[in-house]
């Protein structure tokens, strides 16, 4: 489902957060609607946007019912998998695969034609710099950024790179270790394309909650407790799935 600007509303979600302290409920609405009003796709000529969650949601969903129809109990034999832990790993990947669209430099190119959406980004914590070289954002990958950002939660090297890789070009080699987010921010490589230019402590932080509170929603979404039950090696049947 697409939505445009005046037909999406952001939800006050004041209410749900009363026992918190001020700090605390504030960060913690502000992240709640930046993980619903980020973009994952636009029409180019209209105004028309689809939210990163929905996408991930949708995906998931196909990835279920694609597994539920199509996939066969030797398919995980073949993966040296449980078929519960291949259709874990399936829908937790479903479910994150385009978490390096919730990056500065990502939203900044595709809000470009959504002006008021990106004043709303804006209004919730987010620091748009006010221009990138058009090279930059061209060459810069969200599978990869996916792939990094992945990695810095502490995902499995396997699965990571199956969301670096998702659309069939895997990171050149050294890229990943020049983009460890837990350097020094001056050792990261496109470090502004992740955080942004200006204000980057706050983009910093806001950024870390919401793709926490995006791998905490495909955890859940896949049935698995922590980042820990995903399987640490992975054969290359289960990597093509």
Not at 17 to 29: A, D, G, S, V
Not at 65 to 90: G, I, M, P
Not at 100 to 115: C, D, P, R, S
Not at 182 to 197: E, H, K, L, V
Request: proline share 2%; aromatic share 10%; with cysteine.
């Amino acid at each position: 489902m697409w939505y445009n600007d005046e037909a999406y509303r952001i939800i006050d979600y004041s209410n749900h957060f009363q026992t918190m302290t001020t700090q605390r409920r504030k960060r913690t609405i502000m992240t709640s609607v930046l993980s619903k009003i980020f973009v994952a796709k636009s029409e180019k000529e209209k105004d028309f946007w689809l939210p990163l969650w929905m996408h991930h949601m949708d995906t998931a969903g196909i990835m279920e019912y694609l597994l539920d129809e199509f996939v066969s109990d030797s398919f995980s034999e073949s993966c040296c998998l449980e078929s519960k832990s291949v259709r874990q790993t399936a829908v937790f990947l479903a479910m994150v695969h385009d978490i390096g669209k919730a990056t500065v430099g990502f939203q900044y190119k595709i809000t470009q034609n959504l002006i008021l959406l990106r004043e709303r980004i804006e209004h919730y914590g987010i620091c748009f710099p006010d221009s990138y070289e058009s090279d930059k954002l061209h060459q810069f990958s969200h599978g990869t950024a996916g792939e990094v950002i992945l990695r810095y939660f502490e995902c499995p090297d396997e699965i990571a790179e199956i969301v670096g890789a998702h659309h069939g070009m895997p990171a050149e080699n050294g890229t990943i270790m020049d983009s460890d987010l837990s350097d020094n921010p001056n050792d990261i490589q496109d470090f502004t394309m992740y955080y942004g230019s200006q204000n980057t402590a706050k983009n910093t932080v806001q950024l870390k909650a919401v793709w926490q509170d995006m791998i905490e929603s495909a955890l859940n979404r896949a049935e698995l407790k922590s980042i820990d039950e995903l399987p640490q090696a992975l054969s290359v049947e289960a990597r093509m799935l």
